[in-house]
């Protein structure tokens, strides 16, 4: 766990936030799933049968509280569970950033950047409107 959040930490500068990393690796890995660093692609998922969730960590110094917040994402679809195959992406989607809201709302380290989480948040619902 504590190796994991290491590699967040060096990839993006979040040191300030080593704390609250260990607890939402710790909430991920209780419910049988770990977290990796991707440095490939951009995109962040969650890879169900792997029981993985992969977090994109290219240009992480340049992108660092959005790292977090995708953590937070993909966490917020862990806590939704395996999609089945008729549900609408975009529903997921939203549900998945609500979970995330939610958890931020929760934790007063992350309330400090709430303004940008939600800017981040309606950037990235956009792309499935658009």
């Given at each position: 766990?504590?190796?994991?959040?290491?590699?967040?930490?060096?990839q993006?500068?979040?040191?300030?936030?080593?704390?609250?990393?260990?607890k939402?690796?710790?909430e991920i890995?209780?419910?049988?799933?770990?977290?990796?660093?991707?440095s490939d692609?951009?995109?962040s998922?969650i890879?169900?049968d792997?029981?993985?969730?992969?977090?994109?960590?290219?240009?992480g110094?340049k992108?660092?509280?959005?790292?977090?917040?995708?953590i937070?994402?993909e966490?917020?679809?862990?806590i939704?569970?395996r999609?089945?195959k008729n549900?609408?992406?975009?529903k997921?989607?939203k549900?998945?950033w609500?979970?995330?809201?939610?958890?931020?709302?929760?934790h007063?380290i992350?309330?400090?950047n709430?303004k940008?989480?939600i800017?981040?948040?309606?950037?990235?619902?956009?792309?499935y409107i658009?």
């Open positions: 766990m504590k190796t994991i959040v290491n590699e967040i930490i060096s993006t500068n979040l040191d300030v936030y080593n704390d609250i990393l260990l939402i690796v710790n890995e209780n419910r049988g799933f770990m977290l990796s660093c991707r692609s951009m995109q998922v890879e169900w792997s029981y993985l969730i992969r977090i994109s960590v290219k240009n110094k992108r660092e509280l959005k790292v977090l917040w995708d937070l994402h966490y917020g679809h862990l939704d569970g999609p089945s549900e609408v992406n975009i997921r989607e549900s998945a609500l979970n995330a809201e939610i958890y931020i709302k929760n007063s992350l309330m400090d709430y940008g989480f800017k981040y948040k309606d950037e990235c619902l956009s792309t658009s």
